[in-house]
């Protein structure tokens, strides 16, 4: 059986790391944004032509616009975290059924974990 409580664990610390990396990069992105516009503001009149300062601005709101991407990524890596705390909590009340019932919910446990993980190692 491939399903286990230890390996729900497992999938959910993973989860939780990829969202706190997005998260991370996300923010990254909205500072290098931030610090492209104000390095734009600062020198603009010294060291960069107005011109040049327009688009260094441009492209600081276009960094900082990138980090709007990493939202997607989010939601759905916390939707696959609740799934694997939903399937952990079902695969405990599998485990204290008894008959043809638990075997049955056990297999399909499996093969939903078994899915979770093809999405999550293919992308």
Known sequence: MLANESFL??????????????????????????LVIVFAR???GSLVPDVLSGLFSLGGGFISSLSAFQIKELVARKEKADMCKLLKVRLREANE??????????KRIDELVWQIVEKTAIG
Not at 18 to 25: D, G, H, P, T, V
Not at 97 to 106: I, P, Q, T, V, W
């Open 97 to 106: 059924l008894d008959g043809r019932k638990e075997g049955a919910m056990r």
């Open 9 to 34: 664990d497992s999938l959910i610390a993973i989860h939780h790391r990829a969202i706190r990396y997005n998260l991370i990069f996300a923010l990254g992105l909205v500072v290098l944004g931030i």
């Open 42 to 44: 600062l020198f603009s």
